[in-house]
């Protein structure tokens, strides 16, 4: 089967969840933008370190006095009091002469002042912040690298894609070790502008390397490689990850979308199978999720399985109680052999009917059951109301039935009514032709007794 670019966002793609990919969602915590531990200068590692060919820069002595004094505005901070934290950090930049903080003091006095703009929500005021710390030279190159990190976040959480990207990528020159969160966040980037092959490099690489370590991925890069996946037209591809999500977060959702990528390639054994492990699993929950089902069961010729489900659902009160249902469930059993459950169903489905084509039907199971002057009835009333699709074919079982019961009369009629549709003419014909030979064979019995 050929996939075209429509088809997929007709079908595959307007089936698939809303992703999510607000970078807000998965980067940006408080303490990973949190500037200052013991020693002000440590930030979070992101496991990322320094390039190899870099060289080990000499930072500034942070002095005593400065350290206290960031001490006491950490304090604060850490307090929530933000408002003392920011005047001690004020106080500190107060008419200063230029050599009074050193480049390593000043970068430390400025990631503080971005912890408290963060914690305001000011994030526009704490991203200049740190960019503050980088501007400084002779800061420890960790230091530069986490804040460099932290920065690219803060773009992502501002929605400035292009620039979130970029500070990403000169994250990415100075660290020999990048994690897959980092590859995460750049696979969103491309994303939000709609570079959906770079999206879907990069979120490879993130899931490749939680496989490497062992590590089962999270559920929303599966889900921005699926989405990626089915943009691109990769619907093998899509479909496999599809699984390894219900492989480690088994949800109905995903076992659902599966069966419909299963039918998008006519694997219609295959979207049986995944619907069906839904089902025994208690994950349907909705009308046309359990019609479906029973859909699903009826293709592959497997009736009774079918009425089992609808059944369910009707007991369950999630196939809702309505003449389309309990037609549905009427049918499977008839054709499941199981005529006698089919009466009642049927039954059902005709009182809620407004036409008479149900009663025409609930007919033709009453022959089948033998019960020949209900069929009558149903079959008369069902031609009385008017709307039977095949009138031609009801006064044929209404001649059946009329014969079963010794009322030829009657069903000559019915027989010729029916002949008069040149569909039926022909079973017509036979019929009253069966009958006239029956009736001289009952004769010719009564002659010679």
Do not use: C
């Amino acid at each position: 089967m050929i996939f075209t670019k429509s088809a997929i966002n007709v079908g595959v793609r307007s089936f698939l969840l809303a992703l999510p990919v607000v970078a807000a969602q998965i980067v940006v915590s408080q303490t990973a933008l949190g500037p200052l531990v013991s020693g002000f200068a440590q930030v979070q590692a992101q496991d990322a370190e320094p390039k190899k060919e870099q060289e080990t820069r000499r930072t500034p002595a942070l002095r005593n006095k400065v350290y206290e004094k960031l001490a006491e505005a950490q304090e604060a901070a850490e307090a929530k009091d933000l408002a003392t934290a920011a005047e001690v950090l004020d106080a500190m930049l107060a008419g200063r002469r230029d050599n009074e903080l050193n480049s390593y003091e000043l970068a430390n006095v400025y990631n503080l002042y971005a912890f408290i703009h963060y914690s305001k929500e000011d994030y526009t005021s704490a991203l200049q912040s740190y960019e503050n710390v980088i501007k400084q030279p002779d800061i420890p190159l960790a230091m530069e690298i986490n804040t460099r990190f932290t920065v690219a976040q803060l773009y992502f959480v501002q929605e400035r894609w292009e620039e979130g990207i970029d500070a990403l990528q000169k994250w990415f020159q100075m660290t020999d070790t990048p994690n897959a969160t980092a590859y995460v966040l750049l696979a969103q980037g491309y994303y939000q502008l709609k570079d959906y092959n770079a999206a879907l490099k990069n979120i490879n690489i993130a899931i490749d390397n939680f496989d490497a370590k062992g590590k089962i991925p999270k559920e929303q890069w599966y889900n921005l490689q699926r989405f990626l996946y089915a943009e691109l037209n990769m619907v093998d591809e899509a479909t496999d990850t599809l699984r390894q999500l219900i492989t480690f977060y088994p949800k109905k959702q995903y076992w659902v979308q599966l069966s419909f990528m299963y039918s998008e390639q006519g694997k219609e054994a295959s979207q049986l199978g995944a619907m069906e492990t839904a089902y025994v699993q208690d994950m349907l929950e909705k009308d046309g999720e359990y019609r479906n089902m029973a859909s699903l069961f009826l293709n592959a010729e497997v009736p009774y399985k079918a009425a089992v489900v609808l059944q369910d659902g009707l007991k369950e009160e999630i196939v809702q109680d309505n003449s389309k249902n309990w037609e549905l469930l009427a049918g499977a059993l008839r054709q499941a052999q199981e005529v006698k459950d089919a009466i009642p169903a049927m039954e059902k489905a005709a009182s809620m009917s407004d036409d008479g084509d149900l009663y025409a039907r609930l007919g033709n199971i009453y022959l089948d059951a033998d019960q020949n002057q209900k069929a009558i009835e149903a079959i008369t009333k069902g031609l009385d109301r008017g709307g039977v699709k095949r009138p031609d074919n009801a006064r044929l079982v209404l001649g059946m039935a009329y014969f079963n019961v010794d009322e030829y009369a009657k069903a000559r009629d019915a027989f010729r009514a029916a002949g008069r549709d040149e569909r039926s003419k022909k079973y017509a014909d036979q019929w009253i032709k069966y009958m006239n030979s029956e009736l001289e064979r009952q004769k010719s019995l009564a002659a010679e007794s």
